[in-house]
């Protein structure tokens, strides 16, 4: 079964840290990696998506990482700040089927 | 362009009652699908339509059916509803399916409680 796996759960760290989302998928045929960002209430905003053939995607201070081999995808966030508070989703297409992470709630302390 | 619109945003419904919701793209996409997010969770498939005139189950159908009324516009029907159909739902659409470069576009969700 293709499962999306996201680590942690829930992060809190204070204004200005660098940090680190994890997303694991079980099945490493996939075509591309997105990850969205959901503000609590809202819809989803796509925030980057990595084609299979790509190692990495950089969005201002965004930066997502993907290794196919090893069924793993990093979110790097640069110099946090508050308004990045948010749920942040992984999810992984295989052909027309996306299959979505259950998120890390990440809070940015000032 | 608007993208993908959903209606309506805000649903309250009592046990049995039946509601459709609606999903139009004016991005001319071929595919179109239909999620729902429950608490804690990500969002899982319920149907899609790979191409106008087709319809296939997702991951949990169980309790809806679905109408591609034309490309532009895909329905999500709630016969009977229950009070585990409480979700938020969430409509999207992509230009094809099974292509190595298939980006879904989302709607900004219908949130609906069932008493």
């Known amino acids: 079964k293709q499962e999306v796996t996201q680590i942690p759960a829930a992060l809190s760290v204070p204004e200005g840290e660098n940090l680190v989302l994890n997303c694991s998928f079980t099945?490493?045929?996939?075509?591309?990696l997105q990850w969205f960002r959901q503000d609590p209430g809202k819809g989803l905003t796509s925030l980057l998506l990595?084609?299979?053939?790509?190692r990495e995607q950089t969005s201002g201070r965004l930066n997502a990482s993907l290794d196919k081999s090893s069924g793993r995808s990093t979110l790097y966030i640069a110099a946090s700040q508050p308004g990045d508070s948010a749920t942040y989703l992984c999810?992984?297409?295989?052909?027309?089927?996306?299959?979505f992470g259950a998120g890390t709630i990440l809070r940015v302390k000032s | 362009n608007a993208g993908v619109t959903q209606t309506p945003k805000f649903q309250v419904l009592k046990t049995g009652q039946s509601m459709t919701l609606q999903c139009a793209q004016d991005?001319?996409?071929?595919?179109m699908y239909w999620y729902r997010q429950d608490p804690g969770m990500g969002l899982r498939l319920i149907y899609y339509s790979a191409s106008e005139g087709t319809t296939d189950k997702g991951e949990v159908p169980n309790g809806y059916n679905v109408s591609r009324l034309n490309k532009r516009e895909f329905s999500l029907r709630l016969e009977s509803a229950a009070p585990s159909q409480t979700s938020v739902y969430f409509c999207?659409?992509?230009?094809?399916?099974?292509?190595?470069?298939?980006?879904?576009?989302f709607g900004p969700g219908t949130r609906l409680t069932v008493l």
């Open positions: 999207a659409s992509s230009r094809a399916s099974g292509l190595s470069y298939n980006e879904q576009f």
């Open positions: 099945d490493s045929a996939i075509y591309n």
């Open positions: 999810a992984v297409y295989y052909g027309n089927k996306l299959v």
């Open positions: 991005m001319n996409h071929n595919s």
């Open positions: 990595i084609q299979s053939s790509q």
